[in-house]
C-alpha cells in the first residue's frame, strides 16, 4: 500500500532554516510526480511545492525563491530545503504524490517562533 514518512520539522526563529524529508513506498516512485503540502492550523491542507519525474519543479509564490524541492529516486526520498522561514510558515508539512493518492502520513510540524 502507498505509505509517506516525514520527518524533518521542529521549532525554529523567523529566518531559520529546516530541511524535511519524506520517504515514500508502495508504488513506482520513479515514475511519478511529488509534492510538498501544508496545513496550518484551522485551515485546509494546501499545496507547497511539486516535483516531476524528470525533475521539473513548481512552487506556490509564498515558497518560490527560499524553498527547494528535490528528489531522490534511489532512496525513494522527497525532500523540502526551507530558508528565510516565516510564522506564516507554521503548519503541519506532508508529502504525497501530485495530485495526492491513497492515505496522508502523519507529517512533521514546523513551528516558526521568536
Known amino acids: 500500500q502507498v505509505q509517506f514518512m516525514e520527518s524533518g520539522g521542529g521549532l525554529v526563529q523567523p529566518g531559520g532554516s529546516l530541511r524535511l524529508s519524506c520517504s515514500a513506498s508502495?508504488?513506482?516512485?520513479?515514475?511519478?510526480?511529488l509534492g510538498w503540502y501544508r496545513q496550518a492550523p484551522g485551515k485546509h491542507r494546501i499545496v507547497v511545492a511539486t516535483i516531476t519525474s524528470g525533475g521539473d519543479t513548481t512552487y506556490e509564490d509564498f515558497a518560490r525563491g527560499r524553498f527547494t524541492i528535490s528528489r531522490d529516486n534511489t532512496e525513494k526520498t522527497v525532500s523540502l530545503e526551507m530558508n528565510d522561514l516565516k510564522p506564516e510558515d507554521t503548519a503541519v508539512y506532508y508529502c504525497?504524490?501530485?495530485?495526492?493518492?491513497?492515505?496522508w502520513g502523519q507529517g512533521t510540524q514546523v513551528t516558526v517562533s521568536a
Open positions: 504525497n504524490q501530485q495530485p495526492p493518492f491513497g492515505s
Open positions: 508502495g508504488f513506482s516512485f520513479s515514475i511519478r510526480s
